[in-house]
């Protein structure tokens, strides 16, 4: 998986808003299906300094030319990198984004506008030049133990590191031997991002790759209830809450904000009834570095 800690070396904040690193647009493709609602692609980037290392769960900074209404330059907007450390090219020359096309109504005009950074990502076209900064973040980082099984629980872009983990766990590191379960929610069948991938290791591993997903304009809970992803975990309650007692489970949550809330109604009860306090035993899984959440 990694090395140990003293030899696992994290780069973080190589390079600042002031003097960003200037990439390239390597490739960009839709990752929606026909009549999504919206448009998401996933953006290759290259990354000319071969000093800019990056781990599975770190984040860029992605600065939009331009300046702001102050005539500010941009601030950099922070993106998980869902490539692993060698990259989609193998060898760790690129970095990839999922990123969604931010569109809204501006509220004085009436006006349909697009978000500044989002706007511009998906707009992009081979060798067009991007402003990059970082990497950055130290917290959302893989296990070092060879065993760990690991719960992730994503929404809709909040895949994009889920899509580095279960890479490299499964198709770059030999030693690995855990097993992953992924809890998936978005809106319509046709916003499951990295479908095709995340299928074909459900295939090639078996018991090894469990996933199950929350289709919530599509599927319904027994009571009537839109399907979302806490609703999907609260099916397998007794198994999720026996897997969490395992001191080699590691629990990851990305997406949007306020899923923590109804992650934590599901294991609320559950922990009542094995005679527990939910955040009591939250806040020990998060000092032993066995839960992590990053929503935004």
Same mark, same amino acid.
């Given at each position: 998986?990694?090395?140990?800690?003293?030899?696992?070396?994290?780069?973080?904040?190589?390079?600042?808003?002031?003097?960003?690193?200037?990439?390239?647009?390597?490739?960009?493709?839709?990752?929606?299906?026909?009549?999504?609602?919206?448009?998401?692609?996933?953006?290759?980037?290259?990354?000319?300094?071969?000093?800019?290392?990056?781990?599975?769960?770190?984040?860029?900074?992605?600065?939009?030319?331009?300046?702001?209404?102050?005539?500010?330059?941009?601030?950099?907007?922070?993106?998980?990198?869902?490539?692993?450390?060698?990259?989609?090219?193998?060898?760790?020359?690129?970095?990839?984004?999922?990123?969604?096309?931010?569109?809204?109504?501006?509220?004085?005009?009436?006006?349909?506008?697009?978000?500044?950074?989002?706007?511009?990502?998906?707009?992009?076209?081979?060798?067009?030049?991007?402003?990059?900064?970082?990497?950055?973040?130290?917290?959302?980082?893989?296990?070092?133990?060879?065993?760990?099984?690991?719960?992730?629980?994503?929404?809709?872009?909040?895949?994009?590191?889920?899509?580095?983990?279960?890479?490299?766990?499964?198709?770059?590191?030999?030693?690995?031997?855990?097993?992953?379960?992924?809890?998936?929610?978005?809106?319509?069948?046709?916003?499951?991002?990295?479908?095709?991938?995340?299928?074909?290791?459900?295939?090639?591993?078996?018991?090894?790759?469990?996933?199950?997903?929350?289709?919530?304009? #599509? +599927?319904?809970?027994? =009571?009537?209830? !839109?399907?979302?992803?806490?609703?999907?975990? /609260?099916?397998?309650?007794? @198994?999720?809450?026996?897997?969490?007692?395992?001191?080699?489970?590691?629990?990851?949550?990305?997406?949007?904000?306020?899923?923590?809330?109804?992650?934590?109604?599901?294991?609320?009860?559950?922990? #009542? +009834?094995?005679?527990? =306090?939910?955040? !009591?035993?939250?806040?020990?899984?998060?000092? /032993?570095?066995?839960?992590? @959440?990053?929503?935004?």
């Amino acid at each position: 998986m990694v090395a140990s800690a003293e030899k696992r070396e994290v780069v973080v904040n190589l390079y600042r808003p002031n003097a960003p690193l200037i990439g390239h647009c390597v490739e960009t493709y839709s990752i929606v299906g026909e009549g999504a609602p919206g448009l998401t692609k996933h953006i290759v980037l290259s990354l000319p300094d071969p000093n800019y290392r990056y781990l599975e769960g770190q984040s860029v900074g992605i600065i939009p030319p331009g300046e702001d209404a102050k005539g500010k330059p941009h601030k950099p907007r922070l993106y998980s990198i869902a490539s692993t450390r060698f990259g989609d090219d193998g060898e760790g020359r690129t970095v990839s984004l999922s990123v969604k096309r931010a569109e809204y109504v501006d509220r004085e005009t009436g006006q349909p506008g697009v978000g500044v950074c989002s706007g511009f990502l998906t707009d992009l076209k081979a060798g067009d030049e991007v402003m990059i900064t970082g990497p950055s973040g130290k917290t959302f980082l893989l296990p070092e133990d060879e065993n760990a099984n690991l719960i992730l629980i994503a929404t809709g872009t909040g895949i994009a590191p889920f899509r580095a983990f279960i890479k490299h766990l499964f198709e770059e590191d030999p030693n690995y031997q855990g097993k992953i379960w992924l809890f998936f929610g978005v809106p319509t069948t046709s916003t499951l991002l990295y479908h095709g991938d995340l299928e074909a290791w459900k295939a090639q591993y078996g018991d090894r790759f469990r996933v199950d997903y929350a289709i919530s304009r #599509e +599927q319904q809970t027994p =009571d009537g209830k !839109k399907m979302y992803v806490q609703n999907r975990m /609260a099916e397998y309650g007794a @198994e999720l809450w026996e897997m969490l007692q395992q001191p080699n489970t590691y629990t990851y949550i990305c997406g949007l904000k306020g899923m923590e809330d109804g992650i934590n109604n599901v294991m609320g009860p559950l922990a #009542e +009834q094995a005679g527990q =306090d939910w955040s !009591k035993f939250q806040k020990e899984l998060k000092k /032993a570095d066995r839960w992590h @959440e990053e929503t935004y």
